[in-house]
Nanobody
Framework: QVQLVESGGGLVQAGGLLRLSCAAS????????MGWFRQAPGKEREFVAA????????FYGNSVKGRFTISRDDAKDTVYLHMKELEQGDTAVYYC????????????????????WGQGTPVTVSS
């Protein structure tokens, strides 16, 4: 059974940093694109970042560009989200996801391009 397990979320002060991790199991994801979405209370799920498979092209949502960095370690079937200069607006549950590389490339911000999702890890940014 495919599983994505996120970790690294928590409480951080504005301006601080966090690193989220997502470990995949059940099968290898090293030919898939991987990504992160987030959902704040009362809001729709929002695209955060994605990284393709072979050439590791990255995509970012406008609200996180320049502050967040996505990376992957295929030997560990793990994707990371490095977050800095955190703002209260970054408070949300962060979800890891994977999808077919070619489909994600076409529309990385569309959640319908992805197939598997983790349970999410909460991030709270305080003032």
């Amino acid at each position: 059974q495919v599983q994505l397990v996120e970790s690294g979320g928590g409480l951080v002060q504005a301006g601080g940093l966090l690193r989220l991790s997502c470990a995949a199991s059940g099968r290898s994801f090293n030919t898939d694109a991987m990504g992160w979405f987030r959902q704040a209370p009362g809001k729709e799920r929002e695209f955060v970042a994605a990284i393709t498979w072979s050439d590791e092209v990255t995509f970012y949502g406008n609200s996180v560009k320049g502050r967040f960095t996505i990376s992957r370690d295929d030997a560990k079937d793990t994707v990371y989200l490095h977050m800095k200069e955190l703002e209260q607006g970054d408070t949300a549950v962060y979800y890891c996801t994977t999808g077919p590389d070619m489909e994600v490339r076409l529309q990385p911000s569309d959640p319908r391009q992805y197939r598997h999702w983790g349970q999410g890890t909460p991030v709270t940014v305080s003032s």
